[in-house]
Each structure stands twice: as structure tokens, then as C-alpha cells.
């Protein structure tokens, strides 16, 4: 990166910030032009003209960046709200589910590979949760991101051998992408792998191929449905992260959300 190079104008989302010094910050950003990148804010603890929503997460900005010289870290000349999703704060599992979201970017979407969808996706999300948090819009979005990162989840043919999965006696092994056939099954011991019931494998299946904005409505009346989707979800995210994701625990303690529904 240069110093001197043209100054960059895109759309953003916070996803982390950290105070330094005074008045600085240091953000991680998903940008629409560049995806996901580090940038110096200087002074932004104190500017609000500079820095209008005070560069915080749920709030969809029009930044402009500029390289640093001998950094990896850009510079944030500013940074206007142009859509603002604060008000999730309301409900702590609404804004768990997006801080969830944000976790989620942070540790697969590549550095600095631009992917608009991605952005968009993660803006649907705060709008769909508006009226409250769904299990089912949070599968879709689990299923979406994976896609969107190159590891679209295997719901409707085996992940190892291509063939049928509609039966009980499919796995969900996450090491592998997904469901895995009856016949594939006794190779598949590794760690997450969990039986796959075939009303769970068409939940995830349905909301895997439906928009965010009709997720919601494609929830499942069955519980065992609900609750394997969540697990096998998790399962998937958890081997692709390298670890479990921590905002679970902030929304078990909350209101049990992500653990219960």
C-alpha cells in the first residue's frame, strides 16, 4: 500500500472497533469495494462532523479511505450513516443474532476481497430482524454466508459421493460440507459429525434456498426440525471459524436465544 494513492469512496459496516489513545480508533471494516480491511480513524472519538453514527456496528456507512504509507492499515478520512440499525440494541437477542453475524464475517470473509453480496447480506439481516429474532432467518443466513465464502453447505445430494441424502440414515459431518449418504456414513467419524433427520435436512434445505426476507416465514412447526438445523449449523461454522462461535455464549446468557431456538 501507498501513500499518495487515490482516496477511495465506498459503502461499509463496522465490524470491530477499538479505542487508541485519546481520540482514535482502530475499525475493522466490510467495504463493498475492498471487503473486509483495518483502518486508522484519527480523532474519531471527538469529531462528529468527520464521523457522523460514531462508527459503530449496526449502522451502514459511506466511508472514504485512503492508504497509509508502510501500513497495512488504511486511513479513515470519514464516514457518513447512511442507514442506521441501532435499534436492535433493543432486544438483547435480536442484537445478539447480529453481533453473531458480524463474528461470523470477521472470521471467514477473506481480507480485502471484495464481495458486495456479502455486504448486502449482512444489511438484509438487520432489516429482516427488525421485528424481532427468528431461529429460521438466522439458518438462512448461516446457509447464505457459507455459500457466499465458497463452502456452500451439501443439503440435498451426499457431500462425498454426490448421491441421494433423503432418508434417516444420512450424517451431518461438517468437515465434509454437509449431509453425508447412508453408504458414505462409516467414513465420516470426525469431530461434529451428528445424525441428519431427514425433517431437518428439508428445513435447512427449504431456507437454503429461499431470500432472508422469506426465511422468517419458513419456519419450522417441528422442534426437532429447529433444533437440529441450529446444531448442525453450528457444527458447520464452528469447524470453518477453528472454533466455536463466542457470541453464543452472550446470547445463551441473555435470553437463551441461539441455544434454545
Given amino acids: 500500500m501507498t501513500a499518495g494513492d487515490a482516496e477511495l469512496t465506498t459503502r461499509a459496516i463496522v465490524l470491530a472497533r477499538t479505542a487508541v489513545g485519546e481520540a482514535d480508533l482502530v475499525v475493522q471494516l466490510y467495504t463493498e469495494a475492498r471487503g473486509r ?16 453514527g460514531g462508527l459503530e456496528p449496526l449502522v451502514v456507512f459511506d466511508v472514504a479511505l485512503r492508504p497509509r504509507r508502510g501500513s497495512e492499515l488504511f486511513g479513515l478520512e470519514r464516514a457518513e450513516a447512511v442507514e442506521d440499525h441501532r435499534a436492535l440494541a ?12 458480524l463474528e461470523l464475517v470477521r472470521g471467514l470473509a477473506p481480507p480485502e476481497a471484495a464481495d458486495p453480496e ?31 465464502v465458497g463452502s456452500e453447505v451439501a443439503l440435498t445430494s451426499c457431500a462425498a459421493c454426490g448421491g441421494d441424502v433423503d432418508d434417516d440414515r444420512a450424517l451431518f459431518d ?26 431437518t435436512r428439508r428445513y435447512l434445505a427449504t431456507l437454503a434456498e429461499c ?30 471459524l477453528g472454533h466455536p462461535p463466542t457470541t453464543l455464549d452472550y446470547v445463551a446468557q441473555v435470553h437463551g436465544g441461539l441455544r434454545r431456538g
Fill in 118 to 148: 456479502l455486504l448486502a447480506l449482512v444489511v438484509a439481516l438487520w432489516r429482516a430482524l427488525a421485528p424481532g429474532p427468528s431461529s429460521a432467518l438466522l439458518r438462512g443466513f448461516e446457509l447464505a454466508l457459507c455459500r457466499a
Fill in 211 to 240: 431470500s432472508l426476507a422469506e426465511a422468517r416465514d419458513r419456519e419450522a412447526d417441528d422442534l426437532e426440525a429447529r433444533v437440529g438445523g441450529r446444531d448442525c449449523m453450528l457444527a458447520i461454522v464452528s469447524h470453518l
Fill in 37 to 52: 480491511l483495518g483502518a486508522v480513524a484519527r480523532a474519531a472519538r471527538k469529531s462528529k462532523r468527520r464521523f457522523a
Fill in 90 to 101: 433493543a432486544d438483547p437477542v435480536s442484537v445478539g443474532h447480529a453481533a453473531y453475524a
Fill in 174 to 199: 461438517p468437515s465434509r460440507g454437509g449431509a453425508v449418504c447412508a453408504r458414505c456414513a462409516a467414513t465420516s467419524t470426525g469431530l461434529g459429525v451428528r445424525p441428519l433427520a431427514e425433517r
